[in-house]
């Protein structure tokens, strides 16, 4: 619980009765690896925050599985659009090795709205986070597979140590062999 409330203290300082508050409301939980946290079609009624361990995003398009992020140790994770407006899901969250997080219910997070410290925390989180995908999303599309490796090396090593090639390649848009090739000429 401790990187928990280190993590939230980082976006807003919180006084005793909130982080007593969120250490009631967030649950820790152990996952299996290869095991749905979310699904799609189903509503997803809890926010994760991974303690240790990773979890991969992905959707299926065309049949196929289409991995859209990897996230690892001291991230939070849920299906956005499922959870905050509370209609089921498009896409999977599934862990990629054993995976421990604390998690918070959607009635969990409806109580902590009451503390005003955590609507701080919140507002600050989502704006922090809208805005990291945005600019993710603008540079990540513009860039060649090989400078993609090269990024998630970079700046989400865990993500190279934690993840199947397969779900990097999907990650990046290239096949399995596409990604050898890329690695073969780095190293």
């Known amino acids: 619980m401790k990187q928990l409330i280190q993590i939230i203290n980082g976006f807003q300082e919180l006084d005793l009765e909130t982080e007593l508050a969120i250490k009631k409301s967030f649950v820790e939980e152990t996952f299996r690896k290869d095991e749905f946290l979310i699904e799609e079609r189903k ?4 926010i994760y925050f991974i303690k240790s361990g990773a979890i991969r995003r992905f959707c299926i398009e065309d049949g196929e599985e289409v991995t859209k992020w990897i996230y690892t140790d001291n991230q939070f994770v849920t ?14 969250f599934q ?19 009451e503390y005003p410290i955590f609507v701080q925390f919140h507002i600050k989180q989502l704006r922090y986070y809208l805005s990291k995908i945005n ?5 990540f599309r513009l860039m060649t597979a090989e400078k993609k490796y090269l990024f998630l090396l970079e700046s989400f090593p865990q993500i190279i140590r934690k ?3 397969k779900h990097i390649a999907s990650l ?4 399995q062999e596409t990604l050898s090739r890329i690695r073969a000429s780095i190293i």
């Open 95 to 113: 862990t990629c090795e054993e995976t421990i997080v604390y998690s918070l219910s959607y009635s969990g997070e409806q109580k902590l709205l």
């Open 172 to 175: 990046i848009g290239v096949t």
């Open 163 to 165: 993840a199947k090639l």
């Open 79 to 92: 299906s956005m659009s499922s959870f905050f407006e509370q209609k089921p899901s498009f896409e999977n």
């Open 135 to 139: 600019e993710f999303n603008h540079l």
């Open 43 to 46: 509503i997803c009624d809890k």
